[in-house]
């Protein structure tokens, strides 16, 4: 009976979640379809592109010249160099040195990180400061933009009034670890932040991501410039949840191949990354850890278990769920560039999702501190903030 009643619950769950994608996921726009495409008469605001890097000389320069050889009209690129100890600042002035690059180019090398900061948002805050546009895009150092990116991106955010704009970018995944261990928050997300009512006002829901966050200097000064979210380890979300709580519009846009970024190397390597941000994404609280960590057992790991230890008509439910699983992989995978099939990866990915979990809260206790891009900031500090 707890099997059939399991079972039951879970298809419930899953097909309320698939139901809302299929009657809503089309709402989010795709900024590759032709009617984004901008006039060619089309007035443009002004733009300054911030992009903050520490020791990333490996994909710096195809980061840095992609945004040189964009076709917006007016705008500026200011390359921050957060305290590199490799070749970073270096390749940066070399290209800043470049003819074609000398006006549109500007290079800020940050020596000291003052106390009170995370060196990300010390360089994005530092990076705005030096502006004088209308508007401003923050994106990370190992993002790649198709030359019409950031004219769709704007010529949508004008039409619909938008004070920010997040595009989802596309991961480069090269093995299966990769292509499993991204696919899978990708699906989860969904039940966080419903990405067809961050434009709605009333909803809660808010988003934020670090490879694109275009926004009016307005609503950027609104919200207190990153100077408020100067100990916020994940930067991106918080400053979603500023501009949503601020009352100002938010909208969020698919775009496959318009930014483009190799986010990890095999599935070690997106667990490190998920082991740096996600105690702080869950507020440094052991409670939430141990609640994300069993909701994801029983959604992700208990339907698959099912089929395989249910008998009779106990097996339905846990089918229903497997299959709605499978449908929803499907959908999020049109956009994300990746493979529906790799829903029979979800309780796998699932398993070690929960490790990193609990790894991040681990490694954060017992140092008594996160260490981020090379520095170590206290939890106590990061608590308090």
């Known amino acids: 009976m707890i099997w059939f009643y399991a079972g039951l619950l879970l298809a419930v769950i899953w097909l309320v979640l698939v139901l809302q994608l299929i009657l809503h996921f089309s709402e989010v726009a795709d900024l590759t379809q032709p009617n984004w495409n901008p006039p060619r008469d089309a007035v443009m605001p002004s733009l300054t592109i911030v992009v903050p890097a520490r020791n990333e000389q490996a994909e710096i320069e ?7 050889e964009l076709n917006y009209p007016q705008y500026e690129v200011v390359a921050v160099n957060d305290r590199s100890t490799d070749h970073t600042g270096q390749i940066m002035e070399r290209l800043a040195a470049e003819p074609s690059a000398q006006s549109r180019l500007r290079v800020i090398h940050v020596q000291e990180l003052p106390s009170g900061w995370l060196g990300k948002v010390h360089a994005m805050w530092m990076g705005a400061q030096q502006a004088r546009s209308e508007w401003l895009l923050f994106t990370d150092a190992d993002c790649v933009f198709a030359p019409d990116t950031v004219l769709r991106a704007m010529h949508y955010a004008m039409k619909t009034g938008a004070d920010h704009l997040v595009l989802f970018p596309t991961a480069h995944m090269k093995s299966v670890g990769e292509r499993m261990m991204i696919a899978f928050p990708q699906v989860m997300s969904n039940f966080a932040v419903r990405p067809w009512k961050v434009r709605d006002p009333n909803a809660r829901d808010h988003i934020g ?8 200097r307005t609503a950027y000064e609104t919200i207190g410039t990153y100077e408020k979210l100067r100990l916020e380890v994940v930067d991106d979300v918080k400053l ?5 709580k601020s009352g100002l519009r938010q909208d969020v846009v698919f775009g496959p191949g318009l930014v483009t970024l ?3 190397v095999g599935a070690a390597g997106v667990v490190a990354n998920l082991e740096k941000n996600l105690f702080a994404f869950l507020q440094f609280r052991i409670a939430l850890v141990l609640l994300v960590c069993a909701t994801t057992s029983f959604l ?3 339907p698959f278990a099912g089929l395989i230890f249910a008998t009779g008509w106990a097996r339905a439910g846990f089918a229903v769920a497997v299959a709605m ?7 999020t995978g049109r956009y994300m560039a990746s493979s529906p099939l790799l829903f029979l ?4 990915a699932a398993i070690v999702f929960a490790y990193a979990t609990l790894q991040s809260a681990f490694i954060a206790l017992r140092d008594g501190a996160v260490t981020w891009r090379g520095t170590k900031y206290s939890l106590a500090e990061l608590k308090k903030k």
Request: hydrophobic share 55%.
């Open 240 to 244: 979603g949840e500023a501009i949503k």
């Open 262 to 264: 190799r986010w990890a």
């Open 345 to 348: 990866t979800c309780p796998i």
């Open 209 to 216: 991501v670090g490879a694109f966050n275009l926004l009016r």
């Open 62 to 68: 195809p980061a840095l010249r992609s945004l040189l």
């Open 325 to 331: 699983i499978a449908i929803a992989y499907a959908y």
């Open 300 to 302: 992700c790991i208990l």
